[in-house]
Each structure stands twice: as C-alpha cells, then as structure tokens.
C-alpha cells in the first residue's frame, strides 16, 4: 500500500499526485494542479515546478534557489477553500488555499488565491496573492 499522499487528500500517493509529478498523467483542472505543485514542494520535485509554472513566471525562477527553499519548509497540509472555473473546459482558473508549513522550526499558515492558465493545452501556475 502506499503512503498518504502528501496533498492531504486523503489518497495514497500512488492514486492521486505521483503519476502527475511523474507525468504519467496531466492535471484535468486547476484544483489538481494546485494540489501536485504542494506534493512537488513536499516532495522537493523541483523539476514539475518548473514545468508546471507558466512561461513568463518560469523565466524568473532559478532552480537551484526554488531546490534550496523546498529543503528549508516542510508541507504539513493543505485544505483548499475555494476554486472558480478551473475545470476540463476552462482556460484559466483560480483556486484559494491554506497551506500549514513548518518553516525554520515554526509553523506558519500560507494563505493564497493561486491563478491558473493554460498553455499549450495544461495546467499552468501564473502567480497568486498572499495575505
């Protein structure tokens, strides 16, 4: 059996975001997305990061800075609040999330409201506002 998996949707790993982070499958909506992209911080996959975050935004990040912060959090868990469009026939979509991190030994609360795109046809994340 496999382990929990580390999106907190209370499905094994193996049956909810690992054949994404493996690319074995893409994610039909942006809710799915946003719940592989956690996994990849928990999980230090770095490399679906990058491929899942859009053109113009992949362009600023660095990689080996994006590696080094996923190795100073740890994912606790994430509830997601609320998603608008986002699903199999929209283009763009938005989805508000708490995400639990324990950061330097202190717990912190993430809150977000993520904006998704597609491009070429998948899933993208553009950008989000914190509070």
Same mark, same amino acid.
């Given at each position: 059996?496999? $382990?929990? *998996? ?9 049956? *909810? *975001?690992?054949?994404?982070? =493996?690319?074995?499958?893409? #994610? ?8 592989? $992209? ?8 770095? &490399? ?6 859009? =053109? #113009? ?6 990689? &080996? ?9 740890? *994912? ?14 929209? =283009? ?10 324990? %950061? ?13 795109? $597609?491009? =070429?046809?998948?899933? %993208?994340?553009?950008?989000? &506002?914190?509070?």
């Amino acid at each position: 059996m496999s $382990r929990p *998996c580390p999106c907190t949707s209370k499905l094994t790993y193996d049956r *909810c *975001c690992q054949p994404l982070l =493996e690319g074995r499958k893409a #994610a039909e909506t942006a809710t799915l997305l946003m719940r592989s $992209r956690f996994s990849a911080y928990a999980l230090g996959k770095v &490399d679906y990061l990058l491929k899942t975050t859009s =053109e #113009a935004e992949r362009a600023k990040l660095v990689r &080996d800075e994006l590696l080094q912060y996923c190795r100073t959090i740890k *994912c606790i868990s994430l509830k997601i609040i609320s998603a608008e469009q986002g699903g199999p026939g929209d =283009e763009t979509g938005t989805v508000k999330f708490h995400a639990s991190l324990q %950061v330097q030994g202190k717990r912190q609360l993430h809150i977000e409201l993520s904006r998704f795109i $597609r491009e =070429e046809g998948a899933w %993208v994340y553009v950008d989000g &506002d914190t509070n």
